[in-house]
């Protein structure tokens, strides 16, 4: 594995919050080493520097991608703590079916979006509630987004297959065969539920008001990787892409004192979700 | 005593028998079966960490069959196929259905040692990733209580702060007036 030394860790953790946003401590060596010594050695660089001075040129931006996808493959589960899920279910959907229906005899509309979607496990979760609760009811149109800032996360996730140890922890297993299929040694999701979800790639950092207004937003566990000032942002803007009526739904870890006034947290059972004044 | 439980399957009494006797030398904890039909009520009776199973066995149980069977009723338990060297191809297929390893006949077992520990290794690793994440999800879970209830509470102390805020503003209030409401506001926070 190729060393970092100081000078290179404050100039590669510069490029990479230039790039992706996320500030990584400069206490970490550890964390650049692992993550990416590999991708140093198959762009045939010897010192992280080498590797930043060659991203930076590369025209294609190959190198920075595959940057982005070592840095920010993050580990994700299906219902990642079930709060969110039960919220969704019990509270959110309940709600806004109810705001948004019976105005007119048109189907009623509602858009979701999970903001960092990774390899898509949080937006099939929800896909799969959805799917539970509403059966095939007609008369509902449901748009489901899931974004992120890799290539590499976004094709898993439009691909929907999951290795065993993806799979076991958090998915009950009546969910597992009702909506899975048994591929070699992995899990794929079936067409019933990747037909209800769309992924593609989108930096946070950039602007996404084309993507237009959503009723729900999940941005859970990615802003722990900002600095405040960035956080500031990101929130603000997510809160110009909600509907007014819309729930913001973060990490349950995460605060928005002193990040963006323009949301109010609000309690339902052991869950708190966000909307605008 | 080795921390790895081993279930040895195989319809030969001599093979059955060596294996036994050289695992147990090793200190494993061994048990054996004669064919898969024992093989499958003992793996629903108790846990072993690996089977070490012959490929071709009579009946319809062979040890693609076991390897199904082990992996269905737990998908922790490993399992390693004995073959002759004419199955490799078949061993290849088992591999992909999700057995760990095959050995090739007659067995060498210096390789069959080193692959126990192998599997002991990453048993061990596996473990210990497994007690982390328990220990993550309660840490996580604590702080979430704390983080949502200080949350809740800021966000009832801003509104109070604003309401205080407006009767201060309010120019058709006296000022002790002003004061006594904003106190009372303070009071009930």
Redesign the interface.
């Known amino acids: 594995m190729i060393k970092i030394n100081p000078a290179e860790l404050k100039l590669v953790a510069q490029y990479i919050q230039e790039i992706t946003g996320i500030y990584l401590d400069q206490s970490k060596s550890y964390l650049f080493e692992t993550r990416l010594s590999s991708v140093a050695e198959a762009h045939g660089c010897k010192s992280y520097q080498e590797l930043q001075v060659k991203a930076k040129k590369d025209s294609t931006k190959a190198i920075e991608k595959s940057i982005v996808d070592a840095i920010t493959t993050n580990e994700t589960l299906f219902f990642r703590d079930k709060g969110p899920f039960e919220l969704m279910q019990h509270k959110i959907l309940p709600e806004l079916i109810d705001a948004r229906s019976s105005k007119t005899s048109l189907k009623t509309q509602i858009k979701i979006w999970s903001a960092a979607s990774s390899t898509g496990q949080e937006l099939y979760s929800i896909a799969i509630v959805i799917k539970e609760l509403l059966k095939d009811t007609p008369g509902y149109a449901f748009t489901l987004l899931g974004t992120d800032i890799s290539d590499a996360a976004v094709s898993q996730a439009s691909y929907g297959k999951y290795n065993r140890f993806e799979i076991e922890r958090g998915l009950d297993k009546k969910y597992l065969q009702k909506f899975f299929t048994l591929f070699g040694d992995s899990w794929k999701i079936k067409d019933e539920i990747r037909a209800m979800v769309n992924f593609r790639k989108l930096n946070l950092m950039h602007p996404f008001t084309a993507l237009g207004k959503f009723d729900i937003i999940f941005c859970r566990n990615v802003a722990i990787y900002f600095t405040l000032e960035d956080r500031k942002k990101l929130f603000n803007k997510l809160a110009d892409s909600l509907a007014d009526d819309g729930y913001l739904v973060i990490g349950s870890t995460e605060s928005l004192t002193g990040v963006c006034p323009r949301f109010i947290p609000k309690r339902h059972l052991r869950s708190i979700f966000y909307q605008k004044q | 005593m080795k921390n790895l439980s081993i279930l040895v399957v195989d319809d030969d009494p001599v093979i059955r028998r060596l294996l036994e006797q050289r695992l147990k030398k090793e200190n494993y904890q061994v048990q054996v079966a004669e064919d898969g039909y024992v093989a499958e009520k003992m793996l629903g009776q108790q846990f072993f960490d690996v089977v070490l199973t012959d490929l071709m066995m009579p009946g319809t149980l062979g040890g693609i069959e076991v390897l199904e069977i082990a992996k269905d009723i737990n998908?922790r338990t490993e399992v390693v196929l004995i073959t002759a060297h004419s199955s490799v191809n078949s061993a290849v297929e088992a591999m992909?259905?999700?057995a760990v390893d095959y050995l090739e006949k007659p067995i060498n077992f210096d390789e069959l040692f080193l692959r126990l520990d192998k599997i002991a290794n990453m048993q061990t690793i596996l473990r210990s990733a497994q007690d982390l994440?328990v220990a993550m999800d309660t840490t996580?879970n604590a702080?979430?209580?704390t983080?949502?209830s200080?949350?809740?509470q800021?966000?009832k102390m801003r509104q109070t702060l604003d309401e205080i805020e407006t009767i201060l503003r309010d120019d058709h209030l006296a000022d002790y007036n002003k004061i006594a409401k904003a106190l009372d506001l303070v009071c009930e926070s």
Do not use: C, R
């Open positions: 998908s992909k259905k999700g994440q996580e702080a979430s209580e983080i949502q200080l949350e809740m800021v966000a």
